[in-house]
């Protein structure tokens, strides 16, 4: 400590050898057994859950370049918008592929986590990092994610670059690439709530509408219309259901983690898309309202910060369908953002107690089958919940948290 401020050097020297340490015994060995890497000069087939997502999307590109439907015994469920992304990877044998896919996904994410970087100056740029890179070597998810091939981290990196466009004033950057984001996976629409609503700027919906108009328009010179009229009427209203997965033994450790997946279980699946709804449209209120409030430049900073990793917590817990464990990967650099800004403040200690201890629920994972029966009720749910319970107060009022006003420059 020096004139009552911590001493950021020394701390996050420290804190990179643990990530290093980290690195080194768990997680070298943990990326190359969940990835198809681990099969390399293996004999026989390769292990049936490796891949097993990605497979889907695969055969689904391969399909459709021999001219068939890509939607039919497939497992691919993307708009037919994302078909000639993925038909890039069919260029190679599958086994190849898986591994391409992997490092594709990896590479995106850490420029998403470099880039957001660069936003960031003084002490906290080093601090986000340092955390960027304990959250991301300590993440059960993102093990998960490797394992079933999904595209979650391939999206939290398009998202954070995103993000990083929009605070750099790149807006129709910023909005191509949230119109990527959405194309490959529905989802990341709702960010529109950040992005719209909380910032006040209808001139990004507009640039997002174009975006994605000229991406699906260049589509449709390779991409057949009766194709998006399948997708449309046959596969794009399976995406507003909700079913029990844990009611499968297949997912007994991938168990749902929203409260989606709660109502399910407890047989109130009628009211799921109801409860969606609702949650969207109170969040898209309370982004607006909170806009109306007037707070210093330092504390609105840490409030954009806040409002953004709350956004990514309301889609992960109260998105139409069932919300496993993988796409929690999308929360590392929003919670390393978020986090970086509170260790830069003199917030009070039982706030901040709070905080990591939800960071630690959503990041990781006790066991399976913990809190899973009688009904389920898992870790990144608890977290989740917690999470945006605490998020709140900075939203409304931030001086209830911290214990005088904030440095935080940016």
Sequence with gaps: MSNGRPDWKKWNVLLLIICLWIGWHYWVYAFISSTPFSLLGAQGPPPPRYGTDFYGDYSGAKTWLSHGNAYERTGFIYAPTSLPFYAVFT??????????????????????????????????????????????????????????????????????????????????????????????????????????????????????????????????????????????LNVFPTFATA??????????????????????????????????????????????????????????????????????????????TDTLIYPYVGLILPLALFLSALFMEQVNLGYLTLVVFATLLLNSILSPNFLYTPILFPLELIGGLILTILLIPICIRPTLISKKRPRLMS
């Design 91 to 232: 260029l190679v044998p599958f086994e190849v592929a898986t591994q391409l896919w992997v490092i594709s996904s990896l590479f995106i994410f850490i420029v998403g986590l470099l880039c957001l970087a660069l936003t960031l100056h003084g002490d906290r740029r080093s601090v986000y990092v340092s955390l960027a890179l304990l959250l991301f070597l300590t993440s059960y998810p993102l093990v998960v994610n490797f394992q079933l091939g999904q595209n979650e981290l391939l999206l939290a990196g398009l998202v954070i670059l995103s993000l990083v466009c929009e605070r750099l004033n790149l807006r129709f950057m910023s909005a191509g690439l949230l119109a990527v984001a959405t194309i490959l996976k529905g989802s990341a629409l709702l960010l529109l709530i950040y992005f719209v609503l909380y910032r006040r700027d209808l001139h990004y919906l507009i640039r997002f509408l174009i975006s994605s108009l000229l991406i699906v328009g260049a589509s449709l010179f390779v991409v057949p219309v009766g194709l998006y009229s399948y997708w449309i």
């Design 243 to 320: 079913f029990p997965l844990v009611m499968d033994p297949r997912f007994t450790l991938f168990p749902n983690e929203s409260v989606i997946g709660l109502l399910v279980l407890v047989h109130l699946s009628r009211i799921t898309l109801a409860v969606s709804v609702t949650a969207f449209v109170l969040f898209g209120a309370f982004s607006v309202w909170v806009t109306s409030k007037r707070t210093s430049k330092n504390y609105g900073l840490l409030r954009a910060d806040a409002m953004f990793l709350m956004n990514v917590l309301v889609i992960l817990l109260f998105g139409p």
